[in-house]
């Protein structure tokens, strides 16, 4: 299974009711991928993000699909211009100490082949983590 998780907060200045409709559609979009077997979309409490989400994979293979399915896509391309600071992580049962190099080869497939969606990312304030272009820390982890 692959915990795919999301934390971020909203850029300044954006209005109450853009940040809502950008949240609606991203429960939309969410609900629209059939392969995520769990998912949430929320408030984030505890710490310095607003929001989050969690979506839950079989395997690489529904991993691979979430990332590319246009619901997704279209859910980068409303929310990820509002968003100031981002952080996306994976938790893994997977055994293979390579999981972490092929989910870094998934988003950066991704960016490679839709790079607008990769100009949305770059152009965010901060953004660390599993999905971030250039960073496969679970490619570098010794375990």
Known sequence: MIYHCIRFTVRPGVAEEEKEAALAQMREHINAIPAIEE???GPDFGG???YGAVSVLA???SYEEYMNHPAHLAMDRVGLPLVDKFVSY???DDPDPEVGKQIADIHRR????VP???ELVAGVGEYSGSAAPGQSRGA???T
């Not at 991704?110 to 082949?113: I, T, V």
């Open 48 to 50: 310095e993000f607003e």
């Open 39 to 41: 998912r949430i979309v």
């Open 140 to 142: 570098a982890r010794e």
């Open 116 to 118: 607008d969606i990769a």
């Open 110 to 113: 991704r960016f490679e082949n």
């Open 59 to 61: 395997d690489l293979e």
């Open 90 to 92: 994976d938790i893994v």
